[in-house]
Each structure stands twice: as C-alpha cells, then as structure tokens.
C-alpha cells in the first residue's frame, strides 16, 4: 500500500513538474517497449509543445499509471500508440491524457547516468513504428508455424 501510494504521488508529481514547463525523470517499468526501453533505463520527459510526430514516444496516463508507448498515427486530437514488444496491442490516446513527450533516455537513475538515446535509436524507433503492419505479419506468421509443428496430440 504504501509503495501504491508513493507511486501515486511520484507520478502526480511528475505532471505538475512537467505542466510547469520543467523535465521529469521517470524510471522504466515492464516489458512493453522491449528491446529499446527496459529496465534500470530511465526516461526524460517534456510537456508536447507541438504535436507528436510518428515514432515519438508518448507518456500517457491508463487508469491509475502513466504508460511509455510509440506513436504510430496521428488523428486529429489524439494519438494511436502501441508498446515495441506487442504490436498486436494498440491504444488510442486522447491528447488529454498525455503527460508529455520522451526526449531523453539514460541508462539507469543514477546522478551519473549516461544518455543512451542517439540519432540512430531515435530512427530506430521511427523504424519500429512505420513497420509495425510487417512485424504483426511475421509474429503472426511464426505464430501458425508453431501450431502447426505441435504433434497432433497437443494441438
């Protein structure tokens, strides 16, 4: 309970820190954005002072958390966003909910820690979000091959 509630309070201070025009600093938290976001990594994020382009990353509130997850379109007042690992998953944001942008991302926590987001990272995201109808594809692909290679008895 008590860890729910500092959480609470951290992210409720992270949106009050990010309205104000400063930067928050969130830890990463699950598998969602693997390979490119993952734990001890930590995230830089700003307040969006213009629209999100397509393979920015978005952090948004879902329910009681904020998610880090890709922009994979753009319609009009929100954002369609999907996390790297499943891109069969896809959640369609309001600009409302929206915390900010990612524009940084460190190694790990630390007062030391090293920003690891290059120029080649950034396009790699772009490349994760335009090719997100061939990577669904292919899960699906090796997927059917799977249940199709099972003995009989386990089908």
Do not use: W
């Not at 929100?78 to 690992?85: F, K, L, N, R």
């Amino acid at each position: 309970m008590t860890s729910d509630l500092a959480s609470g309070v951290r992210l409720a201070l992270a949106r009050v820190v990010v309205e104000r025009g400063r930067q928050a600093k969130l830890a990463i938290r699950g598998v969602s954005m693997l390979p490119m976001l993952r734990e001890p990594m930590t995230i830089v994020v700003e307040a969006l002072r213009c629209p999100a382009r397509v393979g920015d990353v978005l952090v948004f509130r879902a329910g009681d958390a904020y998610v880090a997850h890709r922009v994979l379109r753009c319609s009009g007042a929100s954002y369609v966003t999907s996390g790297d690992a499943f891109p069969e998953v896809v959640e369609h944001v309001d600009s409302g909910d929206v915390l900010g942008r990612v524009s940084a991302v460190l190694s790990d926590a630390s007062p030391g820690a090293v920003r690891i987001d290059t120029p080649f990272h950034q396009l790699r995201g772009v490349l994760y979000a335009r090719a997100r109808p061939a990577r669904l594809a292919l899960r699906r692909a090796i997927a059917r091959t799977k249940r199709l290679c099972r003995p009989k008895g386990n089908r």
